[in-house]
T-cell receptor, first 108, second 112 residues
Framework: RKEVEQDPGPFNVPEGATVAFNCTYS??????FFWYRQDCRKEPKLLMS???SGNEDGRFTAQLNRASQYISLLIRDSKLSDSATYLC?????????FGTGTSLTVIP | DTEVTQTPKHLVMGMTNKKSLKCEQH?????MYWYKQKAKKPPELMFV???????INESVPSRFSPECPNSSLLNLHLHALQPEDSALYLC???????????FGPGTRLTVT
């Protein structure tokens, strides 16, 4: 069983749409959670950490549900520049485990 | 400044060559990582250095040899690679293990 499961998509949404990504993890002892975005042929960039209370950064909202072992990312008012692959990451305190990534294309 | 630098950006090498990849950070981070990423796949962890000591080696073949000369530098020495080793090699650092990681731009390696 994979440590982190993520729907690979692709998600193709119009500009201005709201889109949500989910990710599940298998290790209940996981300690830290993150969302990264990766543009084509570039490195992953930290988008946001995910906290138990949920957190928001502008148009982006991240949620963590420890009981059900999933994390989510909500993007509101999608922009063309949001097109990228979104990677959820779970840290057990020992190492990062990456999801397979979800591809998002925002269409004009 | 959350910058991790990597050199070279691109590298083409034959199967008998020896080359090194370099990574540098000046954020005072005490954990540094090497990842390998193939197209359309997530990064795969290769090595973790914590406080300049190798703490994780994910069963990587011995043709890859990491080195951490000091807390700011991380090298990956390459020898007798195979064509299937062609990939993007990413370096990352974090304040300590278990914290958010910051990635360098990567070295795109082609083995011929």
């Amino acid at each position: 069983r994979k440590e982190v499961e993520q729907d690979p998509g692709p998600f193709n949404v119009p500009e201005g749409a709201t889109v949500a990504f989910n990710c599940t993890y298998s290790n209940s002892a996981s300690q830290s959670f993150f969302w990264y975005r990766q543009d084509c042929r570039k490195e992953p960039k930290l988008l946001m950490s995910v906290y138990s209370s949920g957190n928001e950064d502008g148009r982006f909202t991240a949620q963590l549900n420890r009981a059900s072992q999933y994390i989510s990312l909500l993007i509101r008012d999608s922009k063309l520049s949001d097109s990228a692959t979104y990677l959820c990451v779970v840290d057990t305190g020992n190492q990062f485990y990456f999801g397979t990534g979800t591809s998002l294309t925002v269409i004009p | 400044d959350t910058e991790v630098t990597q050199t070279p950006k691109h590298l083409v090498m034959g199967m008998t060559n020896k080359k090194s990849l370099k990574c540098e950070q000046h954020m005072g981070h005490r954990a540094m990582y090497w990842y390998k990423q193939k197209a359309k796949k997530p990064p795969e962890l290769m090595f973790v250095y914590s406080y300049e000591k190798l703490s994780i080696n994910e069963s990587v073949p011995s043709r890859f040899s990491p080195e951490c000369p000091n807390s700011s530098l991380l090298n990956l020495h390459l020898h007798a690679l195979q064509p299937e080793d062609s990939a993007l090699y990413l370096c990352a650092s974090s304040p300590q293990a278990g914290y958010e990681q910051y990635f360098g731009p990567g070295t795109r390696l082609t083995v011929t």
